[in-house]
């Protein structure tokens, strides 16, 4: 029995042990079917999970060319480019990743191959930005992206990716469910095969944990990534992205606390970025908040350092921690954290915190390893975008703010790009320039642009915008643009406009419309020039008359009529410099006042200066005296530089005491005269000096005197100095009196002889001889030095270096010894010799060269030279003709050419006390009449006379060769110019400004260019 139940028993333990061997063998059998069959569903979740995967990057690299495009667009710089050819070719090969994962799948397919043919149009969009950009077009390249034409395309593809994610996300549930079932199907199974077999059941049960786990933690990545994705492309800024990844995260892992960390703009430290709490946790986000995290401090530090996910079980308790404590209030136990990047490039990190103490999830942190990556990329893409938003946005006020300025300025502003293309034309330009200017081509331009005058054509490389986009620049250049009804005058300024690279990219011109202002500034020429003529001739007239009755001429004066036309004559002159202050002022603000240097003697200038000044001083009860004059010259004109003094002395008469001192001295300096001025006055305080020198000012005097003056004097003097490259000034304290200054440039000549130091009644005129035989030099020196000076010369080139200097009267030149090795074209010499005079000794040797410098050659004398000929042609050109006519009174006669009766009848009594003839002519043409029938010793010609000026009556006279040599003296109410000068010379000319010139002066003139006349007139008298 025993046995047989020994038998049984192992029967059934047999039978038990096979049953559990069957159950064994079936649960292993249900087991591994089941698991295959789980194995499919997994393997199908987790190839639709990493296709969507791919897809996610496809679309966030497909973003991140974008950006990198539009981050070149914005900026130009070239680190953009690599990554952003990268970024294409991995868009791509993702491309392909994800087709090998669609085979199969027609819809999909379909899908992916209209994905495609949209990522492809848009790269084309982006590869021609970028290009244009290259090429430093960034308006048109700006403008395509403005054309949406490229959004259309991204907005496509996405609208196409979003199709194929949802179509995956539906296939993932379903397999997810199906994955679900099989498992619970499984579960079920191995409950019941449980009960036989504990092995089995813990076996099946422990398989079916790790699966539902795996499945788990799948779900929840492929869930985050998922939502991620979502709130970066949905949210409106960085802010609510990160702050909408904090809130998914927490809610989906059941965390109550997320915090971003991002490194500061040095990169030292990890700052408090966005947080957020499930509850309100305020003394967490205060602590959060004012913490500076350096690497390898704390969790995130150590997160940062290592570049690694990290999971502390129960922060509270980690010494490590910088709110262990705080956690510890909290509840808070268990934190995670995980970095951001963007390749290599550090971003920040995300830390969570959770109320229980856990260990660490490796495949959680695994999975958010990968999900850091994606963040990285969503948040670059991001700040990328929100950079160009504000990019565009900042750049279109911008543009609005300088279209708005543009508009409502004066000035025409005009930028054409390299292309010819009109960028900016605002509405002052169209004005100015007239309608449908902005469409006018360069050659239109061409057409309608004249010099100022309108008389000739700008060449096209000369027009503004052409020379602007050529790299010159127009500054300040006034012309014509002819209209089709009127006439604009602009003044233009135009520069070119460079790129970063220094290329040019276009010019810019601002036009203004000066047709007012110069027609202004005509009308107060003509106006001064009437003020000119219409106010010194009379003066002229007045001064003159007063001077003959002062001098006796008008009969004998009781003691109060000499004092009232003394006192006439005073207030006449004074008349008089208050007209030539205001002309002076006006010339030097219009820039057109002419300065004609010359070498001089400073004691000469003072020395005259004292004599001119010495009545005047005289009159204050003041004395004049110089002190320490220097001899050592300088170059100024004369003229001016004694205007200077004279003002500086008799303005320190003017304030000096009666039986006061004014002391006029000079010193020298390195390479200046210094010329002082002192007087024993009440002295200038220094808020008065700041002001002497500006226009209409006066100190104000604590004397009793009056002083008159119009207060343009020193600031005359000043504007005289300064155009002579000087400098003025002044030094004093009250109480102690002034001192007056002002330099000049020295002159540095080896030759004393060379200063004009004497007057013209004092010394001989000047005569150069150039000729290479001894014998022939002494016997013209002989022969002409009773008459003038003779400087010899030992060659041409020195002869021309004396002839500049225009010292001399005369050059005579002996032709036929010139050498080859020192031949100079006798007409670039009379160019270079003109206005003096030329006599030419010996054969031409190419015929009549000289006389296309006529009238300046007065004669050519073949040898052997005659002594007789060659001093009537020296006293044709000192006396002003060789013949030496007499009228019928046997006296020298003076033609006057004056249209005012008054100013002539003056100027008549006045040359007439040379004992000379005066005969007159009202007009030009008179003029010339008298000169045909008289042939006069010298004319005294007014320009501004009736019918016919006084330019063109030298003009007539230089027609006829007897007449080109007639000494004349210009005697006009107007300022001449060089240019004037110029033109009007005849003969040896004087010119004399009227009102100015006094009656000593005048004819001091008259009678040094007939010196020869009047000096045979005496003889012959005697």
């Known amino acids: 029995m025993r046995r047989a139940r020994d038998n049984s028993s192992r029967v059934l333990l047999i039978l038990a042990a096979s049953v559990v061997a069957v159950i064994l063998m079936v649960a292993i059998t249900a087991t591994y079917v089941q698991s295959r069959e789980l ?19 496809l679309e966030s690299t497909m973003y991140k060319v974008e950006s990198l495009q539009r981050g070149y667009l914005i900026t130009g710089r070239k680190r953009y480019l690599g990554p952003y050819n990268e970024s294409k070719a991995a868009v791509f090969k993702l491309y392909d990743n994800v087709l090998a994962f669609m085979v199969g799948k027609a819809n999909q397919e379909g899908r992916l191959r209209r994905m ?18 290259r090429q430093g077009h960034y308006e048109e390249a700006r403008n395509l992206v403005l054309t949406d034409h490229g959004q259309h395309e991204m907005l496509a593809f996405i609208e196409e990716m979003r199709g194929l994610k949802k179509e995956e996300n539906r296939i993932l549930r379903i397999q997810s469910r199906k994955l679900e079932a099989a498992a619970s199907e499984a579960l079920n199974r191995l409950y019941i095969l449980s009960g036989i077999s504990l092995v089995a059941f813990f076996a099946g049960l422990n398989f079916i944990n790790k699966i539902t786990a795996a499945r788990r933690q799948s779900q929840l990545a492929q869930l985050t990534l998922f939502e991620i994705s979502s709130i970066m492309a949905t949210a409106e800024g960085l802010s609510d992205s990160l702050k909408g990844i904090l809130a998914d995260i927490c809610d989906i892992y059941n965390w109550p606390v997320g915090v971003f960390w991002r490194a500061d703009s040095g990169g030292e ?44 079980q129960d922060i509270s308790r980690d010494r490590s921690a910088l709110i262990a404590d705080q956690a510890r209030c909290d509840g808070l136990h268990a934190s995670f954290a995980f970095p951001v990047k963007i390749g290599d490039e550090f971003v920040g990190v995300f830390e969570f915190l959770s109320r229980r103490a856990e260990r660490p999830d490796n495949e959680v942190m695994e999975a958010f390893s990968v999900i850091g990556s994606e963040i990285g990329q969503l948040v670059a893409r991001r700040e990328i975008e929100d950079r160009l938003q504000l990019s565009l946005t900042e750049e279109a006020k911008a543009k609005g703010v300088l279209d ?115 027609q202004a500034e005509q009308r107060v020429s003509e106006f001064y020039s009437m003020v000119s003529h219409e106010l010194r001739t009379p003066l002229t007239s007045i001064k003159g008359s007063l001077g003959l009755l002062e001098g006796g001429k008008g009969g004998e004066l009781s003691d109060r009529g000499k004092r009232l036309v003394t006192m006439g004559r005073q207030e006449c002159d004074r008349l008089v410099r208050l007209i030539n202050d205001i002309l002076d002022i006006r010339k030097i603000e219009a820039g057109k006042l002419e300065i004609e240097r010359k070498s001089i003697a400073p004691d000469v200038i ?57 002391v006029v001295s000079s ?79 020295r002159e540095h000549c080896d030759d004393a002889d060379s200063l004009v130091t004497e007057t013209i009644e004092d010394s001989l005129p000047k005569v150069l001889l150039y000729v290479t035989s001894d014998a022939s030099a002494g016997t013209l020196i002989d022969t002409i030095e009773k008459d003038a000076q003779v400087e010899r010369v030992a060659s041409l080139e020195e002869l021309r270096e004396r002839l500049n200097s225009k ?155 007897e007449h080109r040599g007639i000494p004349t003296v210009i005697y006009t109410a107007r300022d001449l110019t060089a240019k004037d000068r110029d033109d009007l010379q005849l003969g040896l000319t004087k010119y004399l400004t009227k009102a100015t010139t006094s009656e000593e002066e005048f004819l001091s003139s008259v009678r040094g260019l007939l010196i020869e006349l009047l000096k045979q007139e005496e003889s012959a008298s005697e």
């Open 116 to 133: 495609r043919e949209h990522m492809v149009n848009k790269f084309s969009e982006l590869d021609r930005t970028v290009e244009l950009r």
């Open 807 to 961: 010292d001399a009267v005369l050059a005579l030149i002996d032709v036929e010894g010139e050498s080859d090795s020192e031949h100079i074209p006798i007409v670039d010499l009379l160019n270079i010799a003109a206005p003096v005079p030329v006599i030419l000794l010996g054969r031409s040797a190419e015929g009549s060269e000289e006389e296309f410098a006529l009238p300046l050659v007065l004669d050519r004398i073949e040898p052997p030279c005659d002594p007789h000929r060659v001093r009537q042609s020296l006293r044709l050109a000192l006396a002003g003709h060789s013949h030496r006519k007499k009228d019928a009174n046997g006296k020298v006669t003076v033609l006057l050419v004056e249209d005012d009766p008054s100013t002539r009848e003056v100027i008549q009594v006045q040359i007439e006390g040379l004992g000379v003839e005066c005969r007159l002519a009202p007009d030009g043409r008179q003029a010339l009449d008298a000169v045909k029938r008289i042939r006069p010793d010298l004319i005294v010609l007014d320009i501004g006379l009736p019918d016919m000026d006084g330019f063109a009556v030298v003009t007539e006279l230089r027609r006829v060769e």
């Open 606 to 662: 003072v020395a005259e200066a004292i004599e001119a000044l010495s009545a005047y001083a005289a009159e204050h009860q003041v004395r004049l005296e110089a002190s320490e004059i220097v001899s050592e010259p300088i170059l100024a004109d004369r003229d001016r530089i004694a205007q200077v003094l004279t003002n500086l002395i008799s303005n320190a008469v003017k304030f000096s005491p009666e039986d006061g001192v004014v």
């Open 269 to 312: 430290y990890l700052l408090l970025g966005e947080f957020y709490s499930v509850e309100p946790f305020p003394e967490l986000k205060r602590l959060l908040s004012s913490l500076k995290i350096a690497p390898d401090q704390g969790l995130c530090g150590r997160v940062w350092n290592h570049g690694k996910s990290e999971w502390v």
């Open 39 to 57: 194995a499919d569903h997994r393997r199908a979740v987790i190839r639709t999970q990493e296709l969507i995967t791919r897809l996610t990057r």
């Open 404 to 518: 708005s300025v543009l508009d409502n300025m004066g000035s025409g502003v005009i930028f054409v790009d390299i292309d010819r293309r009109v960028r900016i034309f605002n509405k002052a330009a169209e004005r100015i320039l007239g309608p449908g200017s902005r469409d006018r081509t360069p050659e239109e331009w061409y057409e309608r642009i004249r010099s100022e005058d309108g008389k000739d054509k700008i060449p096209m490389e000369k027009l503004p915008m052409v020379a602007a986009m050529s790299g010159k620049a127009v500054s300040n250049q006034i012309y014509m643009v002819k209209g089709d009804e009127d006439n604009v005058l602009i003044n233009v300024n135009a520069r070119p406009v460079y790129d970063h690279d220094g290329g040019i990219i276009g010019g810019v011109v601002v036009v203004d419309d000066v047709t007012a202002r110069i």
């Open 667 to 745: 010193m020298l300096m390195p390479d200046r005269v210094r010329f002082e001025v002192t007087d024993q006055g009440t002295g200038i305080s220094e808020q008065d000096q700041k002001k002497l020198f500006k226009k209409f000012q006066q100190v104000n005097s604590t004397d009793s005197r009056p002083k008159g003056g119009t207060g343009l004097g020193l600031a005359i003097c000043k504007a005289l100095v300064e155009q002579h490259g000087g400098a003025i000034g002044l030094t004093s304290t009250p109480g102690e009196g002034s001192t007056f200054w002002f330099e000049i440039g």
